[in-house]
């Protein structure tokens, strides 16, 4: 995540640390399950007082969203997994997981607009590439229209393109994952267009 202004030497290392120790936290909440509520509120309440909120960004924090891949989908596997009509639907995690850690995450990072509906809880390896479902390293909540107009709809289209090309057999699937995981803005540049169409998709 990128901050406004230029940071102290050494700032963001400490602020990547913090972050990455509070991913830590998280990802054990969420296989918790209902037994972790406690130190979700536990969490949310050490973030708030860690320091100055941060911005959101169209780009995760690679510290708390490496990204993660089902490790059942594979390139052998395709034609029964992701490049089936309605994959997306089957391996979605219920809409009551994504908006808990989305809540759970918008405090643990920071950001300064707190609204849920600012945001899509949102795959950074997506599931039409067999992006892990459920893993919070793989999720994080995404701006629907930030100011450089990267915003979550821009990263639908790329998405579904990148489906597109792995299922015709025109890019190998960890290529496509890799290219989303590492920056999906030079990423959508790259297989869509230098401007962003950050329109939602109907």
């Given amino acids: ?14 602020a990547g640390r913090r972050a990455g120790g509070r991913l830590m936290a998280l990802t054990r909440i969420g296989r918790a399950g209902r037994g972790g509520k406690f130190l979700a509120c536990l969490l949310i309440a050490v973030s708030l007082r860690a320091g100055a909120a941060a911005a959101q960004s169209a780009l995760p924090n690679p510290a708390t969203t490496p990204g993660a891949s089902d490790a059942q989908v594979t390139q052998g596997n395709i034609e029964q997994t992701i490049c089936v009509r309605g994959w997306t639907r089957m391996v979605r995690p219920p809409e009551e997981y994504t908006e808990d850690l989305k809540r759970r995450q918008i405090a643990a990072f920071g950001y300064e607009d707190g609204r849920l509906g600012d945001y899509e809880e949102d795959h950074l390896i997506p599931l039409e590439l067999g992006g892990a479902p459920s893993d919070p390293r793989n999720l994080w909540p995404e701006p629907h229209y930030p100011a450089d107009g990267w915003g979550s709809y821009a990263k639908d289209r790329l998405e579904n393109r990148l489906n597109e090309l792995v299922c015709d057999g025109e890019l190998p699937l960890e290529a496509a994952r890799r290219a989303i995981a590492g920056d999906w803005i030079a990423a959508y540049r790259r297989y869509i267009g230098a401007v962003p169409d950050n329109e939602k998709l109907r």
């Fill in 1 to 14: 995540m990128r901050g406004p202004g230029r940071r102290a030497p050494g700032a963001g290392r400490r």
